[in-house]
């Protein structure tokens, strides 16, 4: 027997309207009012139609070839089961998110993904996610870790296998002063990806190589502006954090007069697929857009039809796509 609106609102003792403000998460009832709908709707198995609800896609990064990707195919995996999903850009740790939120909850959203956005920033404000607590609802991060005490699926690409995964491979072409550009300090993807670059060195033997790091931002002028600190510690090869790092990179080095991959080889990360056609075509670590879309999506619509979903994060193992960035150095180098 299929339990509806009535059912719950008789077992929860309010009204019909009541439980419908409650199932669509909207203003106007008591925390007390709003717990006890959701226990009775939870005691009796009841399951909120999403047949045009909103999911929200926050995200800072709408020009990224990956995170326009990802969010693409959230939608996709979601339109099936009724979820419509908009998409807010708003730039990680700005005031923009809080609004979003506030603005949407107000609206009855559905659930809200995170993508690589404050879940991102060390130090974000969490008034958001407990404006979303409070009225029921879901929400996910991608790429990012929800600061601590925040209990959120996550689901992210492994960054320290992908810094292993750059390493090796230049590594294997013979390169031993290996340097590395990557976002700036307290983003938790740049922060994990400076970790596992700086522990794949080490598992070589490669002294110093907090000496080869620079931080910068995300973007082509980031990448282009670690080329000349990076080449005065005679680096024969650079692990950029991002593909619009590794293309800031490689016109960097031209402007120095260097040529990839002859002079310096260079690895980008995401692996959207511009980076085929680039000049010359990229060698990065991809993310698995799909796989993480698809796990994503599954969540949301498991929070949103009250099925439990395991807190913490969950990785997925980037994959190596060698092109034409990176070659053997030029001679063997000393570790």
């Not at 559905?110 to 929400?139: C, H, I, K, M, W």
């Not at 060195?201 to 670690?226: I, N």
Request: charged content about 20%; glycine content about 10%; hydrophobic content about 45%.
């Amino acid at each position: 027997m299929k339990v509806g609106i009535t059912d719950v609102a008789a077992r929860a003792g309010v009204s019909e309207a009541t439980v419908s403000r409650v199932v669509n998460r909207r203003q106007g009832v008591s925390k007390k009012t709003r717990d006890a709908v959701e226990q009775a709707m939870a005691e009796l198995g009841y399951e909120r139609q999403t047949q045009g609800q909103l999911v929200a896609v926050v995200t800072g990064f709408v020009s990224n070839p990956f995170f326009a990707d990802v969010a693409e195919r959230i939608g996709s995996a979601l339109a099936p089961h009724g979820l419509k999903t908009v998409l807010c850009p708003a730039f990680p740790g700005g005031v923009q998110e809080p609004d979003f939120i506030e603005a949407l909850v107000d609206k009855g959203v559905a659930a809200v993904v995170f993508l690589s956005a404050s879940n991102t920033v060390a130090g974000a404000d969490t008034d958001p996610y407990e404006l979303l607590r409070q009225r029921r609802v879901p929400y996910v991060g991608v790429n990012g870790e929800f600061a601590d005490g925040v209990p959120a699926p996550v689901f992210s690409t492994d960054d320290r296998l992908a810094a292993e995964l750059a390493v090796d491979h230049l590594h294997r072409l013979g390169h031993r002063r290996i340097g590395m550009v990557s976002g700036p300090a307290g983003n938790h993807p740049a922060d994990r990806r400076v970790r596992g670059f700086l522990e794949a060195m080490e598992r070589r033997g490669l002294a110093d190589a907090g000496r080869l790091v620079v931080r910068q931002s995300y973007s082509v002028e980031g990448g282009q502006a670690a080329v000349a600190p990076l080449l005065a510690q005679g680096v024969t090869a650079i692990v950029a954090a991002s593909d619009y790092m590794a293309l800031g990179v490689i016109r960097g080095l031209r402007r120095q007069g260097r040529t990839v991959p002859a002079d310096v080889s260079v690895v980008g990360y995401d692996g959207a697929a511009v980076t085929e056609f680039t000049d010359p075509p990229l060698t990065t670590v991809r993310q698995p857009a799909d796989r993480l879309a698809l796990e994503v999506a599954r969540g949301v619509l498991d929070l949103v039809g009250n099925r439990e979903v395991p807190t913490g994060e969950l990785l997925f193992d980037p994959e190596l796509v060698i092109r034409s960035t990176t070659a053997p150095a030029r001679a063997a180098e000393p570790a």
